[in-house]
């Protein structure tokens, strides 16, 4: 089946690090891939998609390229900063008529220091 | 992208009761969604809200434990039923925008109501 597996957290960082969160994926076909971020006591906000191998989405200084032949779309930062805290998805879906359901990974929380 | 509200934002419930959530969108989108997130984890597909028919729900939840509505194409509720402890979650609606271009297609979510039950 079709499933997201993310670094494990928690990952703690000083102020201006370089950020890496890892996510692979195993899908049937092709699907859209997707980093939503969840700020303490908020919902769920898109941060970047892309939806085809070798894409890069890009938001906010984040940047994840869709790598098909290693089935990842790790997340990056190169300096992170104390608002960045926060709970990191990796998702994917497949299009509104195939269903549009999001499976996502664990979660990976990231907490940044100054 | 969508404006998605939910109400209540957050409750406190007895064991035993029911609590309808309301979600509600600013413009009409064909598909909506209802998530589960349980404490300190990742968000679940409870069902799609299917506009003039009933709700298509995931392995694991049924209609009788999630009763839905989604009476027009802005709105939906989602009725959490005879609640236990284990109902403590949050529960987030989400709209499909941008079909059906794929690179346009996006999820978006709303705020989520924050349940506990005790």
């Known amino acids: 089946g079709n499933s997201v597996t993310q670094m494990e957290g928690p990952v703690t960082l000083s102020e201006e690090a370089f950020l890496t969160i890892n996510c692979t994926y195993t899908a049937t076909g092709y699907p859209s891939l997707f980093w939503y971020v969840q700020y303490p006591g908020e919902g769920l906000q898109l941060l970047l998609k892309?939806?085809?191998?070798?894409d890069k989405g890009s938001n906010k200084g984040f940047e994840a390229t869709y790598r098909k032949e290693t089935t990842s779309f790790h997340l990056e930062k190169g300096s992170v900063q104390v608002s960045d805290s926060a709970v990191y998805f990796c998702a994917l879906t497949f299009p509104y008529n195939q269903g549009g359901k999001l499976i996502f990974g664990q979660g990976t929380e990231l907490s940044v220091k100054p | 992208s969508a404006v998605i509200s939910q109400k209540p934002s957050r409750d406190i419930c007895q064991r035993g009761t029911s609590l309808t959530i309301q979600c509600q969108v600013d413009?009409?989108?064909?598909?909506m969604f209802w998530y589960r997130q349980q404490p300190g984890q990742s968000l679940t597909l409870i069902a799609t809200a299917n506009q003039g028919s009933e709700a298509t729900y995931e392995s694991g939840f049924v209609i009788d434990k999630f009763p839905i509505s989604r009476p027009n194409l802005t709105f939906s509720t989602l009725t959490v039923s005879n609640m236990s402890p284990e109902d403590s979650s949050i529960y987030l609606c989400s709209v499909i925008q941008g079909a059906p271009n794929p690179i346009q297609e996006t999820q978006y979510f709303g705020p989520g109501t924050r349940l506990l039950v005790l």
């Open positions: 892309a939806t085809k191998a070798d």
């Open positions: 413009s009409q989108v064909t598909m």
